[in-house]
């Protein structure tokens, strides 16, 4: 969805809003460390933060032009 948003619709901030609510539910196991978790996961996680980080960002830097 928040791709959807960002790439046609062009509205960055619900894009960001979206993607951030994904990284709410957690598709690996909760109950698991951090320090416990593989590398691929930790990148994963990591990987979506950053995308809603720059979607936000981006939102921001339009709204101010």
Do not use: C
Request: proline fraction near 2%; charge should be positive.
């Amino acid at each position: 969805m928040g791709l959807y948003q960002a790439i046609f619709s062009k509205d960055y901030m619900q894009a960001g809003a979206s993607l951030g609510i994904g990284l709410a539910f957690d598709p690996f196991n909760v109950e698991q460390k951090w320090n416990d978790r593989l590398t691929w996961q930790k990148a994963v996680l990591i990987i979506h933060l950053v995308f809603v980080a720059a979607m936000f960002g981006f939102g921001f830097w339009i709204q101010s032009k």
